[in-house]
């Protein structure tokens, strides 16, 4: 059964680093998205990504935040200067038509 | 006002119980409703998705909206302790629409 890929499962960081989230998503799918879910608390929608741009993004999603799509598998999420409170994990998703998205098994992201 | 709502639990059943699970939900523009399946440090898993108001059947798995009173239910029969994870409720306001909006979760045991 497809399924969305991500590396790495856990990363952990020095305050100030950047970092890079990487994501394979489902092969024929068209949206892709990054949610985080911070320890204990609601799944929260980061950015959404289609025909090659942002489509939609929330107000967590600032200047320190960029994805890209940089060849045909591949979705990353960059985090220019990670700060504590950027500790969570993140999930990588993606769908066919929009909505319903199939979710990666996320990436634990530390920063310390 | 939060836009889902949904008891975190915990919530501790005996194996073979029926369970039922619930969020409320205050936008009345949200048309689809899903549910995921979460185990620990994983990634959600659609399980089920419903639109509009009515009932959907799925196995031992039946999800139910009222939109009248924006109330949405997963009832689980003959529970298993593979069950056991936290459940997600979420929306969106169209089948095209981009950002998922999550309930808190309902962590679920069913104890053998």
């Known amino acids: 059964e497809p399924e969305v890929t991500q590396t790495p499962s856990h990363q952990v960081t020095q305050m100030g680093q950047e970092v890079i989230l990487r994501c394979v998503p489902i092969?024929?799918?068209?949206?892709f998205y990054w949610y985080r879910q911070i320890l204990g608390q609601k799944v929260e929608f980061l950015v959404s990504?289609?025909?090659?741009?942002?489509?939609?993004k929330s107000e967590i999603f600032d200047d320190q935040f960029s994805v890209e799509r940089p060849d045909g598998s591949n979705f990353t999420l960059k985090i220019r200067s990670t700060k504590l409170e950027d500790s969570a994990m993140y999930f990588c998703?993606?769908?066919?038509?929009?909505?319903?998205?199939?979710f990666g098994q996320g990436t634990r992201l530390t920063v310390v | 006002q939060k836009e889902v709502e949904q008891d975190p639990g915990p919530l501790s059943v005996p194996e073979g119980a029926i369970v039922s699970l619930n969020c409320t939900y205050s936008?009345?523009?949200?048309?689809?409703f899903m549910w995921y399946r979460q185990y620990s440090r994983k990634g959600p898993e659609l399980l089920m998705y419903?639109?509009?108001?009515g009932n959907k059947e799925d196995g031992r798995f039946t999800a139910q909206v009222d939109k009248s009173s924006k109330y949405i239910s997963l009832f689980i029969r003959d529970s298993q302790p593979s069950d056991s994870a936290t459940y997600l409720c979420?929306?969106?306001?169209?089948?095209?629409?981009?950002?998922?909006?999550f309930g808190q979760g309902t962590r679920l045991t069913i104890n053998p």
């Open positions: 092969s024929n799918h068209l949206y």
């Open positions: 936008n009345s523009a949200f048309q689809y």
């Open positions: 998703a993606s769908t066919l038509e929009g909505g319903f998205a199939f």
């Open positions: 419903t639109y509009s108001s």
């Open positions: 979420a929306t969106l306001p169209s089948q095209g629409a981009q950002k998922l909006v």
């Open positions: 990504f289609y025909n090659n741009e942002i489509s939609e």
